[in-house]
């Protein structure tokens, strides 16, 4: 900036300078800049925010039709409330393909997205995809505990529409992961929606399910293969 000094030693300042037309377009020109990236900025925050929006709603919507399948006593899928614990559900194959459900950038930001408990209530699709893969997960843990009973042969047993020996009557497993105290017999049933009592909130929530903690309770159970 120019200035002048005067013979009495007054410093007048050339505040023309700023209004040079070089001088104008360098300022606006780093204005614009920032409000730029203040909008850019903005907009990322409002896209993250869908985006978690898009996820918390999925793992809602999952929870509450698990919830409902498990309470659902007609046709033949589950079979009275014979489903994994919403912790196994929630880690099928399908379930984490469902959870990602309008989560890509384009699809949250979108006021008219599809709910993922519209699709799963609606979707026959995505009903037989979750009703299979629920089912060999059930045949998987049918077929581990069969072993730990002892029965080399269960497909055998059941050929002429017979229960499976893990849902006869007499087939009863402890977990060994809870505590003696608050060890119980469960049924197959049991098992599968079984979840660890512990003593606070926050084991809880890391508890997992694992078929290796499931033994047979010997002292109810039989099984009349050799
Ligand atoms: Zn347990």
């Known amino acids: 900036m120019g200035s002048i000094i005067?013979?009495?030693?007054?410093?007048?300042?050339?505040?023309?300078?700023?209004?040079?037309p070089s001088n104008?377009?360098?300022?606006?020109?780093?204005?614009?800049?920032?409000?730029?990236?203040?909008?850019t900025h903005r907009l990322k925050l409002r896209v993250e925010a869908a985006v978690d929006e898009?996820?918390?709603?999925?793992?809602?919507?999952?929870?509450?039709?698990?919830?409902?399948?498990?309470?659902?006593?007609?046709?033949?899928?589950?079979?009275?409330?014979?489903?994994?614990?919403?912790?196994e559900f929630r880690r099928l194959d399908i379930s984490k393909v469902l959870?990602?459900?309008?989560?890509?950038?384009?699809?949250?930001?979108?006021?008219?997205?599809?709910?993922?408990?519209?699709?799963?209530?609606?979707?026959?699709d995505t009903q037989s995809h979750i009703r299979d893969q629920v089912n060999a997960w059930l045949d998987d843990k049918r077929a581990k505990l069969a072993t730990k009973l002892g029965c080399k042969h269960p497909e055998l047993?059941?050929?002429?529409?017979?229960?499976?020996?893990?849902?006869?009557i007499n087939a009863w497993f402890i977990c060994t992961n809870c505590s003696q105290k608050n060890r119980k017999a469960l049924s197959f049933k049991d098992v599968c929606g079984h979840q660890c009592s512990t003593p606070t909130r926050k084991d809880r929530?890391?508890?997992?399910?694992?078929?290796n903690w499931f033994e047979p309770d010997m002292k109810v159970s039989s099984c009349f293969l050799g």
């Not at 104008?24 to 909008?39: C, G």
């Not at 929530?205 to 078929?211: E, G, N, S, Y």
């Open 6 to 20: 005067t013979e009495d030693g007054v410093t007048i300042h050339d505040y023309s300078v700023l209004l040079h």
């Open 24 to 39: 104008i377009t360098a300022e606006y020109q780093e204005l614009k800049h920032k409000f730029k990236e203040q909008l």
């Open 54 to 87: 898009s996820a918390r709603q999925n793992r809602e919507d999952l929870r509450r039709y698990w919830t409902k399948l498990k309470s659902w006593r007609q046709g033949s899928f589950p079979i009275n409330g014979l489903l994994p614990c919403y912790g």
């Open 99 to 124: 959870l990602q459900k309008n989560t890509d950038k384009s699809q949250a930001m979108r006021d008219d997205r599809e709910r993922l408990w519209v699709e799963l209530n609606s979707n026959v």
């Open 157 to 168: 047993e059941t050929a002429g529409g017979f229960l499976h020996p893990v849902e006869r």
């Open 205 to 211: 929530l890391k508890a997992h399910w694992d078929i």
